[in-house]
């Protein structure tokens, strides 16, 4: 069990330019949320999905971003057009349901310049 | 809708004396509360949990929590500090199905 891999660990980009964040989580977990971290606003839940379905992203900031998760082993959240507001830490979290907590990722630490 | 409050974004203790970080939530409904832990540039790592079950919670490293209802906290405790819990410590509480809602978080400092 490798846990929750997110790629890339750094990125950064222009304003304007298109940014895909990846997340691969562990096997067996039905649960699946994207967080944003950032100073001013601590953590913040932009999405979260079951069994691969989107269940609730009123949490994405604005229609440029989005998120998909076509199968349980992978989901994306893009960017497009990104800009400097938008840079911060996105997590990928992983539930199995229940009350067991979530299992995290390490993060992408995004910088839009 | 159901919320945490952590007081105090920021805590410095010595090595060897007790941390406290403390928790408050509100809920209409009995809540289930953990406590996550985040060291520099990595995720957020489970601490401890309450799940309704005993009322003082055991945790990793040493930490421990206790859900007191009548003043609606669940502060963390640590009875002597070591240099390895510097950290940033978030508590939080299940909305809903599975939607964890954090508090914004405490940045622990350990001086020597």
């Known amino acids: 069990d490798a846990g929750v891999i997110q790629s890339p660990r750094h990125e950064v980009t222009e304003m304007g330019q298109e940014v895909t964040l990846r997340c691969k989580p562990i096997?067996?977990?039905?649960?699946l949320f994207w967080y944003r971290q950032t100073m001013m606003r601590g953590l913040e839940l932009l999405i979260y999905?079951?069994?691969?379905?989107?269940?609730?992203d009123s949490g994405m900031p604005e229609d440029r971003f989005s998120a998909k998760m076509p199968n349980a082993s992978f989901s994306t959240l893009k960017i497009q057009p990104s800009e400097p507001r938008d840079s911060a830490v996105y997590f990928c979290?992983?539930?199995?349901?229940?009350?067991?907590?979530?299992?995290f990722g390490s993060g992408t630490r995004l910088t839009v310049v | 809708a159901q919320s945490v409050t952590q007081l105090g974004s920021h805590v410095s203790v010595s090595e060897g004396a007790l941390v406290l970080l403390r928790c408050n939530y509100s809920?209409?409904?009995?809540?289930?509360l953990f406590w996550y832990v985040q060291y520099p540039n990595q995720g957020l790592q489970l601490l401890l949990k309450?799940?309704?079950?005993?009322?003082l919670v055991k945790g990793i490293n040493g930490f421990e929590a206790e859900f007191k209802k009548s003043e609606t906290s669940f502060h963390l405790t640590k009875p002597s500090a070591h240099m390895s819990d510097a950290a940033e410590y978030f508590c939080?509480?299940?909305?809903?199905?599975?939607?964890?809602?954090f508090g914004q978080g405490t940045r622990l400092t350990i001086n020597p």
């Open positions: 809920s209409s409904v009995p809540p289930y």
């Open positions: 979290a992983v539930s199995g349901g229940g009350l067991g907590g979530y299992t």
């Open positions: 096997s067996g977990h039905d649960y």
């Open positions: 939080a509480l299940i909305q809903g199905a599975q939607k964890l809602v």
């Open positions: 309450y799940t309704s079950a005993a009322t």
């Open positions: 999905f079951n069994n691969n379905v989107p269940i609730d």
